[in-house]
């Protein structure tokens, strides 16, 4: 017993020692390796992403090489270098951090899915006519939820919700019913969800308690159960988003049990975004008026303008441009949307800057994106990047601004809010076209206003950082009722 504590003790050691002595090699970004041995910047790294990189950014400038929990991680914050990470497929491997995340949050491993076979089927269903039967059916689902929710209170009656509980709990349910088959636990789900979904972020970073782990497992078999179908993939010829996603599961070769948990990774990825997207549009809407006032003012043109039965309200988003909302929506998305990108370097890799500086990256480091840092809150790029600015993407002649320039060069990435190059999100559209109708609904059929009209939006949960929309530390409190047209 002893000699086997001795072995592990000098094991330790050993590592300790090794990590310790890593020192920065000509042509390597700036090193920074923190006090702490193998720990590094592990700690201010997971409590705070976005402040801690600004820290090194200061430091060191846009590329630098941080130690992480053993890892050795180089963070690359100039745009205009993107396209050396994101376009490399031969040194750079996203799938080996993707499939570690899989197993640590979904208990999940899928090693047979390629990546441009999941891809290939995604586009199926999230383009063309297959995009526009879901938002034709996410219209339907939205206003039958907006109904049915009002019917217990008498129509003049004024109801009071967080705004993020509002937005989150009406998308999520709307889009769980668009895309599952069940329509009996819309409800359940959801409340499950929420539960799981808040212990995300620790369950990634292996982070859990005893107590948190416990809850954790439950809420995730939990919901592998509430989204288990009663029928069999094999064989079945139902044409539904669902029932496709287990053909294609079991034509890559996953087993059954798999194939139950991978409907929780579907849910968490298409559900997960949307409802805090809304929570903060309408959150920044609701406490600066002269925003506010654009978009209704756009709206109500947008009724005015076109009262055909060929056009109903709620499709008069496909039938018109909205730039005023497209701006909201894009300054919405550069001020909470906070995706990293990361790739594992399989192969010693020389990376070309923009700027013509050449750095070596070492085999078996990691690369990271942080696209909310820069270009998303580069004061380089936007004047006064952290205040909300409602036409900051409009040109005088309302046409959409897509120019945007660092050190004197047009950016092509001037905000990711959907990761951007082979990756970029496939649900993009749908998502967008969710959101927008979701704000059109209840602008038009609600008297929405906040309780205290002094009240400020919530700071974003700084452990978010890295894990799409940024969520809120708090609520927004709103009171709402149905419009006298809509009574």
């Given at each position: 017993?002893?000699?086997?504590?001795?072995?592990?003790?000098?094991?330790?050691?050993?590592?300790?020692?090794?990590?310790?002595?890593?020192?920065?090699?000509?042509?390597?970004?700036?090193?920074?390796?923190?006090?702490?041995?193998?720990?590094?910047?592990?700690?201010?790294?997971?409590?705070?992403?976005?402040?801690?990189?600004?820290?090194?950014?200061?430091?060191?400038?846009?590329?630098?090489?941080?130690?992480?929990?053993?890892?050795?991680?180089?963070?690359?914050?100039?745009?205009?270098?993107?396209?050396?990470?994101?376009?490399?497929?031969i040194f750079l491997d996203f799938t080996i951090s993707r499939n570690q995340l899989l197993k640590r949050i979904f208990s999940l491993q899928l090693p047979s899915i390629k990546p441009a076979a999941e891809r290939k089927w995604m586009e199926q269903h999230f383009q063309g006519l297959s995009l526009s039967k879901l938002n034709s059916s996410m219209n339907t689902h939205l206003q039958n939820l907006l109904q049915s929710d009002q019917k217990d209170c008498s129509p003049s009656e004024w109801r009071q919700d967080g705004l993020f509980s509002l937005c989150y709990s009406l998308l999520f349910r709307a889009g769980y019913l668009t895309l599952f088959e069940r329509r009996d636990n819309a409800a359940a789900v959801y409340s499950e969800f929420r539960k799981f979904d808040h212990l995300l972020t620790k369950l990634a970073r292996s982070s859990l308690n005893r107590g948190e782990g416990k809850t954790a497992n439950l809420s995730r078999e939990r919901l592998w159960?509430?989204?288990?179908?009663?029928?069999?993939?094999?064989?079945?010829?139902?044409?539904?988003?669902?029932?496709?996603?287990?053909?294609?599961?079991?034509?890559?070769?996953?087993?059954?049990?798999?194939?139950?948990?991978?409907?929780?990774?579907?849910?968490?990825?298409?559900?997960?975004?949307?409802?805090?997207?809304?929570?903060?549009?309408?959150?920044?809407?609701?406490?600066?008026?002269?925003?506010?006032?654009?978009?209704?003012?756009?709206?109500?043109?947008?009724?005015?303008?076109?009262?055909?039965?060929?056009?109903?309200?709620?499709?008069?988003?496909?039938?018109?441009?909205?730039?005023?909302?497209?701006?909201?929506?894009?300054?919405?998305?550069?001020?909470?949307?906070?995706?990293?990108?990361?790739?594992?370097?399989?192969?010693?890799?020389?990376?070309?800057?923009?700027?013509?500086?050449?750095?070596?990256?070492?085999?078996?480091?990691?690369?990271?994106?942080?696209?909310?840092?820069?270009?998303?809150?580069?004061?380089?790029?936007?004047?006064?990047?952290?205040?909300?600015?409602?036409?900051?993407?409009?040109?005088?002649?309302?046409?959409?601004?897509?120019?945007?320039?660092?050190?004197?060069?047009?950016?092509?990435?001037?905000?990711?809010?959907?990761?951007?190059?082979?990756?970029?999100?496939?649900?993009?559209?749908?998502?967008?076209?969710?959101?927008?109708?979701?704000?059109?609904?209840?602008?038009?059929?609600?008297?929405?206003?906040?309780?205290?009209?002094?009240?400020?939006?919530?700071?974003?949960?700084?452990?978010?950082?890295?894990?799409?929309?940024?969520?809120?530390?708090?609520?927004?409190?709103?009171?709402?009722?149905?419009?006298?047209?809509?009574?």
């Amino acid at each position: 017993m002893l000699w086997t504590i001795f072995l592990l003790l000098n094991g330790l050691l050993l590592l300790v020692l090794l990590y310790a002595t890593r020192t920065r090699q000509k042509n390597e970004p700036p090193l920074d390796k923190g006090v702490l041995p193998w720990l590094g910047h592990a700690l201010e790294f997971g409590k705070d992403a976005a402040k801690f990189l600004a820290r090194m950014k200061d430091r060191h400038g846009d590329i630098f090489t941080v130690r992480v929990a053993g890892h050795y991680v180089t963070v690359l914050l100039d745009p205009n270098s993107f396209d050396a990470v994101m376009n490399d497929t031969i040194f750079l491997d996203f799938t080996i951090s993707r499939n570690q995340l899989l197993k640590r949050i979904f208990s999940l491993q899928l090693p047979s899915i390629k990546p441009a076979a999941e891809r290939k089927w995604m586009e199926q269903h999230f383009q063309g006519l297959s995009l526009s039967k879901l938002n034709s059916s996410m219209n339907t689902h939205l206003q039958n939820l907006l109904q049915s929710d009002q019917k217990d209170c008498s129509p003049s009656e004024w109801r009071q919700d967080g705004l993020f509980s509002l937005c989150y709990s009406l998308l999520f349910r709307a889009g769980y019913l668009t895309l599952f088959e069940r329509r009996d636990n819309a409800a359940a789900v959801y409340s499950e969800f929420r539960k799981f979904d808040h212990l995300l972020t620790k369950l990634a970073r292996s982070s859990l308690n005893r107590g948190e782990g416990k809850t954790a497992n439950l809420s995730r078999e939990r919901l592998w159960e509430l989204l288990s179908p009663n029928w069999l993939s094999e064989g079945s010829e139902s044409k539904s988003w669902q029932q496709s996603y287990h053909r294609f599961l079991h034509e890559e070769g996953v087993d059954a049990e798999m194939q139950k948990r991978a409907l929780l990774l579907q849910l968490w990825t298409t559900q997960c975004n949307a409802g805090p997207a809304a929570f903060w549009l309408l959150g920044f809407l609701l406490t600066h008026p002269e925003a506010m006032k654009a978009v209704k003012s756009e709206i109500r043109g947008l009724t005015l303008r076109d009262t055909s039965v060929q056009h109903p309200p709620i499709n008069l988003l496909e039938a018109h441009s909205t730039p005023v909302l497209d701006s909201v929506l894009s300054e919405t998305l550069r001020l909470t949307a906070a995706v990293m990108i990361n790739r594992e370097v399989v192969q010693d890799k020389i990376l070309h800057m923009a700027n013509g500086q050449e750095y070596h990256l070492r085999q078996g480091d990691k690369v990271c994106l942080f696209p909310f840092l820069s270009p998303q809150m580069d004061p380089q790029i936007y004047q006064e990047p952290q205040i909300f600015k409602y036409d900051r993407f409009l040109n005088d002649d309302m046409t959409v601004k897509d120019k945007f320039y660092k050190e004197g060069k047009r950016l092509k990435y001037y905000t990711m809010p959907w990761g951007a190059g082979r990756n970029i999100c496939v649900g993009k559209e749908f998502a967008v076209t969710a959101i927008k109708q979701f704000v059109f609904l209840l602008l038009t059929h609600l008297d929405l206003e906040l309780c205290d009209p002094e009240a400020k939006l919530p700071p974003a949960n700084p452990s978010r950082y890295g894990f799409g929309m940024l969520q809120p530390d708090g609520d927004l409190q709103v009171r709402y009722r149905l419009k006298k047209t809509h009574r």
